[in-house]
């Protein structure tokens, strides 16, 4: 059974400064996900990381993906107020379709 | 267009009230998803369909009842429900998972419920 483990589950930062999210799962996952939700809203994809050794960037925001040490990690560089939210990973198992298993996401909160 | 519409967005039902939640998307996926989410908790996966057969049922209660009409429309089915159901049901959509790549899934806007 596949569980993922995100840590931290709060991260209070100031603007400007850079911060590591991590993703640890616990056994072979086929693919894995980060998403982004804002209060009372929807989930919003960030990142699907496919391979071991994927990275991908959009402006302040990097996920990584090693699949030998199971963990993904979300990079925030130059944190500003409107990254503030909850931000959850997921891991995904194949069967006839897609289930993800989700951390318990980590509430991230930018002050000036 | 990379949109999952649902409606309600809201909903009030009393525990003997019968109502149905709808999602729709016009991507072409062949995967649709409900999930619920309950307040400061990773949403939770409830069913899963997959061209139009329910593929996955996570042991949920016989209250919340699915269905999938055909390939854009999924449907849930909620009676005598409990204040505990109060959540945001989520759906989701993905392409048909034959095609390499093809698994993000798109999330609607979400029916927040309340079960008095």
Redesign the interface.
Known sequence: ELKVEQNPLFLSMQEGKNYTIYCNYSTTS??L?W?RQDP??????LF?L?SNGAVKQEGRLMASLDTKARLSTLHITAAVHDLSATY?CAG?I???????V????TKLTVNP | DTEVTQTPKHLVMGMTNKKSLKCEQHMGHRAMYWYKQKAKKPPELMFVYSYEKLSINESVPSRFSPECPNSSLLNLHLHALQPEDSALYLCASSQDLRVAGAYEQYFGPGTRLTVT
């Open positions: 086929d693919r996900y998403y009372g809203k929807s989930l919003e994809s699907v496919l959850f995904g194949q069967g006839g379709s897609e289930k993800l989700f951390g318990k996401g």
